[in-house]
């Protein structure tokens, strides 16, 4: 059993206040007090520090991935969102996305199980988002435990070789490239139909869109399923983060990953039972989740 607080959490500000809001609809859903939830949410969204950014291009990628490199039938799917505009773009989960958008969660409904349903349903496993500008700089931004990280690399550090094979995918004519990159050797289908010079995660510099992108072992698999031509209005929070370079970065997850357990107790959270059985879980977990995206090198000391 674990006792603590949404004050010695210390955790993001936007699941602190989930977790608040939470909280107060059980209590005034107790009193009948539906109106009071609405105030409380108002109230709250004032202390997040946010902006509106507005995309003409949404494009859909559904991401076929492997989180064990030992195990085929851990394959998982998720979809995921590329939002476009003349000068800029932002890579997120589809689920991060409606995660961060607070007016989706159905407090209308007046039912505590329907908010807790929606949430679970919109779990995520990628939490990052990837915003590229004009600058020719990529962003990166992620959670690590409780705190939120950024590190930046030139958007043009990806080298292509194209050759002459062609295919048609999803319906759109698309000529073939390949690259290596995070320690990974990467197929892309693009369509020189589409002058846009993107793509899923970190792909671009192709001249035109990347429909298809997969790495040589199947691992992890992009393919485009929609793309929209409709304005999308997001809200693009607005969070302190941490600025590191991507060697260190990838350390310090990994240095998480494999202390979970030691981070807790550095959080005050106290276990008070079963703690071999929580130790046991969190190393199933990692265990489990051997397969990242990209093998970065450590950091030189």
Not at 123 to 135: A, L, R, V
């Amino acid at each position: 059993m674990l006792s603590t607080d949404t004050n010695k959490l210390n955790l993001p500000l936007r699941e602190v206040f989930k977790i608040r809001i939470f909280i107060f609809i059980q209590y005034t859903m107790s009193l009948n007090l539906r109106f009071c939830i609405v105030t409380a949410l108002l109230i709250n969204i004032s202390t997040i520090s946010a902006q509106n950014k507005i995309y003409k291009f949404q494009c859909t990628y559904k991401l076929d991935y492997q989180p064990d490199s030992t195990d085929r039938a851990s394959k998982r799917s998720e979809n995921m969102f590329l939002f476009l505009n003349e000068n800029s773009s932002l890579f997120k989960s589809e689920n991060l996305n409606k995660n961060d958008s607070v007016d989706l969660i159905p407090f209308g409904s007046g039912d505590l199980n329907s908010i807790l349903n929606y949430l679970q349903s919109i779990k995520t496993n990628f939490k990052y988002t990837i915003t590229m500008d004009s600058s020719y700089e990529l962003i990166y931004t992620d959670y690590i435990d409780r705190e939120v990280y950024e590190y930046r690399e030139s958007n043009n550090s990806i080298k292509w070789e194209i050759s002459g094979d062609s295919a048609t995918i999803n319906g759109y004519h698309c000529q073939k490239a390949t690259t290596v990159y995070g320690a990974r050797k990467w197929t892309a289908w693009f369509t020189p139909d589409i002058a846009i010079s993107d793509g899923p995660y970190k792909f671009n510099g192709l001249p035109g869109l990347i429909i298809k992108i997969y790495d040589s072992q199947g691992y992890y698999t992009f393919t485009m399923t929609s793309l929209l031509n409709i304005p999308e209005k997001l809200f693009t929070g607005q969070y302190k983060v941490i600025k590191i370079d991507k060697a260190k970065f990838y350390y310090a997850l990994s240095y998480f990953i494999n202390n979970q357990y030691e981070m807790m107790a550095m959080r005050g959270i106290r276990v008070t039972s079963g703690e071999d059985a929580i130790r046991n879980r969190l190393e199933e977990r990692r265990k489990k989740n051997n397969n990242p995206i990209e093998i970065v090198p450590a950091p030189k000391k």
